[in-house]
């Protein structure tokens, strides 16, 4: 499979923190090829605008494949103004079925501020619980301190910088290079 195709790429941690009526994406910067850091100023957390309405979206996984699953979720967005959760069924729809992109490899986080998802090449659109999400090489260790850092009143910037400080501090394949979107509603 990919595994077989592209050994040893890793090197993503994707955060979202909904906190105070607002959501926090943070990314690191740090792409991976085995033991060797290719990139440390990736930016893996982009701002897309369809239809007049504004979406954060993270990504983990092949950059080229990400991008291709923005545009599309872009034009569904374009297709359903204001219908995050519609639009995002629709894209798992097509990732699952369509020939083509059933052999992307990407994940995505995407939020406009009220809904957070996370959608997977399985089909799923997932609504996080505890309202925090992650994915990538180093995703279980910024869920877990955000997780814990929730318990705290810091607001949800500080939660996603401090969990992604303590992600970097144990995953070889993250870093403190963050880029970090905020969106409200």
Known sequence: M??????GWHGTTILAVRRGGEVVVAGDGQVSL?????????????????????????????????????????????????????????????????????????MLIVTDGTALFVLTGAGDVLEPEHDVAAIG?????????????MQTDLPAEEVARKAMAIAADICVYTNGNLTVERIAK
């Open 2 to 7: 990919a595994e077989d195709r592209f050994p």
């Open 34 to 106: 085995g033991q060797t850091v290719i990139k440390g100023s990736a930016r893996k957390v982009r701002r897309i605008t369809a239809a007049g309405h504004e979406v954060v979206c993270g990504f983990a996984g092949s950059t080229a494949d990400a991008f291709t699953l923005l545009e599309r979720l872009e034009k569904k967005l374009e297709a359903t103004p204001g219908q995050l959760a519609r639009a995002c069924v629709d894209l798992a729809k097509d990732w699952r079925m369509d020939k083509y992109l059933r052999n992307l490899e990407a």
């Open 137 to 149: 090489s180093g995703g279980n260790f910024a869920l877990a301190a955000a997780r814990g850092l």
